[in-house]
Nanobody, 114 residues
Framework: QVQVVESGGGLVQAGGSLRLSCAAS????????MGWYRQAPGKQRELVAR???????NYADAVKGRFTLSRDNAKNTVYLQMNSLKAEDTAVYFC????????WGQGTQVTVSS
């Protein structure tokens, strides 16, 4: 079993920054992919950013140039640095980890006030 723990959400004014962290622990042999989805009220969950085992990173068009995903392999942790936040970034952010199965965190709320 794999546990996924997120931290770093909160309330910030438009234009501000937040950093989310996501740590995976437990029975991990190999992480194939880690990243973040988000879900705003009344909307479907959407991919924000993901990193493959080889280091390739993909971003949603809506966050390119503002968000940066990084990884600490030794800690099985990914970080999402979010800059120039906008009201439309308000959502619950969910971390996911893909090994032989897919595991999700509990979600962390990000609220951007305009």
């Amino acid at each position: 079993q794999v546990q996924v723990v997120e931290s770093g959400g909160g309330l910030v004014q438009a234009g501000g920054s937040l950093r989310l962290s996501c740590a995976a622990s437990g029975s991990i042999f190999r992480i194939n992919r880690m990243g973040w989805y988000r879900q705003a009220p009344g909307k479907q969950r959407e991919l924000v950013a993901r990193i493959e085992s080889g280091g390739i990173i993909n971003y949603a068009d809506a966050v390119k140039g503002r968000f940066t995903l990084s990884r600490d392999n030794a800690k099985n942790t990914v970080y999402l640095q979010m800059n120039s936040l906008k009201a439309e970034d308000t959502a619950v952010y969910f971390c996911f980890v893909i090994t032989s199965n897919t595991y999700w965190g509990q979600g962390t709320q990000v609220t951007v006030s305009s």
